[in-house]
């Protein structure tokens, strides 16, 4: 059975950091692209970052700079160094494994407000 457990969401204030975890079990993991992708409430859900399994990175435009991802295919896990946070990063972000087929995890709140 396939899990994605994403953890490390919460409130904070602008400017402020958070680091979002995802757990993946029954898969494969290296041989997957891993993402964060957000959404917030009224909003399209949106692709934040991805990462293959050697490494290689993209990030959308608005987040630049800002968000890092980064894997460790030792532990399965996936990872989102969020800084300099802004209201408008407030969204659920959930974790997404993709290779032949894709899975989801149930997401995690972050609220960015003062």
């Known amino acids: 059975q396939v899990q994605l457990v994403e953890s490390g969401g919460g409130l904070v204030h602008p400017g402020g950091s958070l680091r979002l975890s995802c757990a993946a079990s029954?898969?494969?993991?290296?041989?997957?692209?891993m993402g964060w992708y957000r959404q917030a409430p009224g909003k399209q859900r949106e692709l934040v970052a991805t990462?293959?399994?050697?490494?290689?990175?993209n990030y959308v435009d608005s987040v630049k700079g800002r968000f890092t991802i980064s894997r460790d295919n030792a532990k399965n896990t996936v990872y989102l160094q969020m800084n300099s946070l802004k209201p408008e990063d407030t969204a659920l972000y959930s974790c997404?494994?993709?290779?032949?087929?894709?899975?989801w995890g149930q997401g995690t709140q972050v609220t960015v407000s003062s």
């Open positions: 997404n494994a993709k290779w032949h087929t894709g899975y």
């Open positions: 029954g898969i494969s993991f290296r041989l997957y692209v």
């Open positions: 990462i293959t399994g050697g490494g290689i990175t």
